[in-house]
């Protein structure tokens, strides 16, 4: 397990090997700390059998200069990707992989592995290796700068983009792995208060065309707890509010997080084998009221 622990301090990325998580290690990099800004970490989980698993982590380098994403074979020991270059000053906030191997959905399936790299700036990169990046592509909407802009699905080889910001409410799609973009304007029904500046959008997919998307709430808008759920790979979408009068009676530095699951017995290469579930958390900042929500996929 690999995690990125404070994405606005230097060099603090942690590691576990145990089950559940576990003791966390702190990463020392080859030829000392470079004193980055960790802000993105992804898994391939792609290798057949589960052999092996490649992990990226991407940061901030400071002003001035171009960020850079490292690379590991064990998630402990990294190097820096030299193929990746972007302009000075930005962060890589989101990493994704499709963990879409050749055979997931079928014998004739020749899978789409493919590393996906988003910028503060919205702008796109991809590679199948890690090492080569192809990009950048202006996403052209605001992906919030957070980690949870995007997911996957593999029966629609698609990526799902949630947008955030004045923003919010369009969904962005691509089926050339990031390559170009659709966008979707107005799919999620939103009020005016949620299309505020720092409003940020979470989604998550179950890998095969089921999209939940969460609103990260902020201080001075309407409190509530509001969901999108799409099951036909974001192309329409449904509003609901599940029951939590804790949430709802929040204010300020609200924060929502929204994730896919799966059990530990299932194929390392994807999906469970008998199914997932999506955890959602809702926190309070200013006290300890957390709130966890389990649903399943059907």
Known sequence: ILAITDASA???????????????????FGGGAPTYQ?????CDRNTAGGASADWCIGC?????????????????????????????GERVVGLYHSKHRAGLLGPDDAGNPVWVAVLDTDDVYRSVDHATWSGPVA?????????????????????????????FGDISYSDDNGASWTTLANVLQASAAMQNATMEAHIAGDGYGTFIVTRYNRTG????????????????????????????????????????CFPVDSDVDGTANNGGFYIYAGYRVAGPQTRIFKSLIV
């Open 10 to 28: 230097a060099d603090l990325v942690k590691y576990a090997t145990g089950f559940g998580g576990g003791a966390w290690t702190t990463i020392t």
């Open 38 to 42: 960790w802000a993105s970490v992804a």
């Open 60 to 88: 901030y380098t400071g002003a001035g200069t171009s960020p850079e994403i490292w690379s590991s074979t064990d998630g402990i020991t990294f190097a820096t990707e030299v193929g990746f270059s972007a302009g000075n």
């Open 139 to 167: 996403l052209g909407k605001d992906t919030g700068g957070n980690a949870r802009s995007l997911a996957y699905s593999a029966p629609a080889r698609r990526w799902v983009a949630a947008h955030s910001g004045t923003d």
């Open 221 to 260: 808008l309407t409190s509530g707890n509001y969901f999108w759920i799409s099951v036909d790979d974001g192309l329409t979408w449904s509003l609901f509010e599940p029951e939590d009068d804790t949430i709802a009676a929040w204010t300020s530095n609200d924060g929502y997080i929204i994730e896919p």
